[in-house]
């Protein structure tokens, strides 16, 4: 079989997968049923499971249905609960990798320096000097990988243990100590909640509130799961069920700020301040002054109730410098500590990188996304041709279950490969016309979400427009159904 360009590898191409988290594996197995079997794994840590493998932390665990985060070829019935602990989730990925014989695929400990688009190949480049070529690239390489840490005085001169929440110290007894979180997100949550009983005290030091969704989490019986395990057909229901109800009253909520769905939202989380926090001045201070879910809904069913624990204490003034034993705050107070914790979220923006990734003509990542991350649907960068972004900038990071979103993504990306395999093109990418209306078109959509309702977040761009899917469920699952080829360059 021979393409327009002449090249007559295309047709069984290799594919060069970066990252061996959630969606490096899927792309992997979902190759390897499509009889694509030359393929490479590359893997920086010593181990697969991507945020699963980096979030360790006391309390860690996902606000995504257990059976909805999973992948829909393979199904969980041993499931503990309603939603799962992050240790039993990198089980689940660990044992989904090897099932599929995944596993040993993955070069592990290599970290890749550079990629670059040579000769109608990619070629990539290890930080220990090897190299490697094939026709397409894909990154999987995540969002939340990066650590970010606070820009504080004094930081380095801290003379207890700090440490990242994604870089949890397991040497480290916390049980009787004085430990300090930084930081209210999802993560600072649960870390609290998991902490207050153990410590001798723990303060927490809030720089805004949250808005909290109560949430229940019951374990499965022993009855559910061996029903689960002896009629398969219980399971596909139960995960139709969820996607629906998360699709109806949370994903397509939080893109229109006006919904009956999301004032229900604003509604629960009210009731959950007024009637969980008795302490009146305490509730004031937990009150957040924006819109339910503009920042990424907390949901939790006992962080009111381990914050008004006596060993626990919310701080809201600000921090003024880190010294040796302890946070100073704005109003001379020293908070002495023997632990500090950092719940500082993500550098969001990264991607890809720190490596170096050239497509034609020279042309940079680093150039390319100088203003900000961007790609067409999420996947296809402009001029970087067969390459292709699973989870990629402007996706649906904030509102539906990423394993849902690459399993829609892989799909339309194998119609891509298609083009190439079938002699249509060599190469494929989109256009610079499609990705600029495309952003254009999701700028304005994302007017009407709740995001941009006047809170400060990490969906936020430099221009303060929310970098996620900004549309419905539905409307992406139609995107992915087929790619517009229009929309590409086929050469």
């Avoid at 690239?137 to 504080?152: C, K, N, R």
């Avoid at 993560?187 to 949250?210: C, N, Y």
């Avoid at 410098?321 to 950092?342: C, N, Q």
């Amino acid at each position: 079989m021979t393409t327009q360009n002449g090249d007559t590898s295309k047709s069984q191409p290799r594919f060069l997968i970066i990252g061996a988290g959630m969606s490096g594996i899927l792309s992997a197995i979902k190759l390897q049923e499509a009889g694509l079997d030359d393929f490479a794994i590359y893997e920086k840590a010593e181990r697969l499971g991507g945020t699963w493998r980096e979030n360790t932390y006391a309390g860690v665990a996902c606000d995504v249905p257990s059976h909805l985060y999973c992948y829909s070829f393979a199904p969980n019935p041993e499931w503990s609960h309603r939603f799962s602990p992050g240790a039993e989730i990198q089980t689940y990925f660990e044992d989904v990798a090897k099932r599929y014989g995944v596993s040993d695929r993955i070069r592990y400990g290599t970290e890749i320096r550079r990629c670059a688009f040579e000769d109608g190949r990619w070629r990539i480049e290890t930080t220990d000097g090897d190299t490697d070529e094939g026709d397409f690239v894909i990154a999987a390489t995540g969002v939340l990988h990066h650590p970010s840490y606070p820009d504080i005085e004094g930081l380095d001169s801290f003379e207890g243990v700090c440490f990242h929440s994604a870089r949890w110290n397991h040497d480290e007894s916390l049980a009787g100590k004085r430990i300090g979180v930084i930081g209210t997100g999802s993560t600072a949550i649960q870390v609290v909640s998991a902490l207050v009983p153990e410590a001798e005290k723990l303060t927490m030091f809030q720089r805004t509130a949250q808005w909290v969704m109560p949430q229940e989490n019951p374990a499965y019986t022993d009855e559910e799961k061996r029903d689960f395990r002896e009629d398969p057909t219980i399971l596909e229901q139960l995960r139709g069920e969820i996607s629906q109800l998360f699709a109806d009253n949370f994903s397509n909520a939080v893109v229109d700020a006006s919904s009956p769905q999301l004032q229900l939202i604003e509604q629960v989380c009210r009731l959950n301040l007024e009637t969980n926090v008795k302490d009146a001045d305490l509730r004031e201070k937990l009150r957040p002054d924006y819109r339910a879910a503009c920042k990424r809904l907390i949901m939790s069913d006992d962080f009111y109730a381990k914050i008004q624990r006596p060993n626990a204490a919310l701080v809201t003034e600000g921090i003024e410098r880190i010294e040796a034993k302890g946070i100073r705050t704005t109003d001379g107070h020293l908070h002495e500590l023997d632990v500090l914790v950092l719940c500082t979220g993500f550098r969001v923006d990264r991607f890809m990188r720190p490596m170096e990734v050239v497509g034609r003509g020279g042309l940079t990542l680093e150039d390319a996304w100088e203003k900000r991350p961007f790609a067409y649907m999420a996947i296809s960068i402009p001029e970087f041709p067969n390459l292709f972004m699973l989870n990629g900038p402007n996706g649906p990071v904030g509102n539906f279950s990423l394993i849902e979103v690459a399993e829609l993504q892989f799909s339309y990306i194998m119609q891509l490969v298609d083009q190439v395999r079938s002699g249509a093109c060599g190469e494929i990418c989109a256009t610079r016309s499609a990705s600029d209306q495309f952003d254009e078109d999701r700028v304005e959509a994302a007017k009407n979400t709740i995001w941009q309702s006047g809170c400060s977040s990490w969906y936020l761009d430099d221009r303060g427009v929310p970098a996620a899917w900004p549309w419905t469920f539905d409307r992406f699952r139609e995107e992915m159904a087929a790619p517009k080829l229009a929309d590409y360059q086929l050469s």
